[in-house]
């Protein structure tokens, strides 16, 4: 579905994909922010990068009077971006849903920024931790696996990626990378979900409630 706002000498379509997990109340919030923003006087060109929960979105000329937003696919990397914010959005309510149930406030990242990882993360990811940002580059994100034997303290055993190669390679962590810093998430044998050491409980009903059930 493509839905056009503008204002003065400017459109800007935004596409959608309809049945893919975006509320209809979440679409209206950010065409009415994309209204606002242009009717407040901003315009954007073509280049420019917008951030929208933890992703970073790109305006792409489509014609003379028309800048499309474009998403990353989420499939290649170099980052491929695409005429849609139907992953952004969908992202988006993900994270908040994620953070509401267990009572936080989300704290965005950037797909541009920096996680440590175990080398084998990707095979059997089981932890994330939330710390303090050492940098503007980094998120504060540390993913490792579930290998006892595998010693996360030895710096052989760990790198750095970006959280979009992150995301590409183990999906199960997207739902938690808007923690905020003090947070730990223990992704098996079962879903628990720490706050500055404490564990916290999933509120009856929320996302997560039925995200552990399975």
Not at 21 to 49: H, N, Q, Y
Request: net charge negative.
């Amino acid at each position: 579905m493509r839905y056009r706002t503008s204002a003065a000498l400017q459109s800007v379509p935004i596409s959608f994909d309809v049945g893919q997990g975006v509320p209809e109340s979440d679409i209206k919030w950010f065409l009415r922010f994309m209204e606002d923003a242009m009717e407040s006087g901003a315009r954007f060109k073509a280049g420019e990068t917008i951030q929208i929960g933890w992703i970073i979105d790109r305006f792409e000329q489509q014609s003379e009077s028309e800048i499309a937003i474009c998403e990353p696919d989420f499939t290649n990397i170099p980052i491929a971006f695409r005429d849609s914010v139907t992953i952004t959005l969908r992202h988006l309510r993900l994270h908040k849903d994620v953070v509401e149930s267990v009572g936080l406030q989300p704290a965005f990242p950037s797909i541009r920024q920096s996680a440590i990882v175990c080398s084998s993360f990707a095979d059997e990811p089981v932890i994330m931790v939330r710390n303090e940002p050492l940098s503007d580059t980094d998120s504060g994100v540390f993913v490792g696996c579930g290998d006892i034997r595998h010693d996360h303290e030895t710096t052989e055993n760990l790198e750095r990626r970006s959280l979009y190669e992150v995301a590409l390679l183990a999906k199960s962590v997207i739902p938690f990378v808007a923690l905020p810093v003090g947070s730990e998430v223990h992704l098996a044998p079962g879903l628990e979900v720490f706050f500055e050491g404490k564990l916290r409980p999933i509120r009856r009903g929320s996302y997560l409630a039925e995200f552990a059930r399975g």
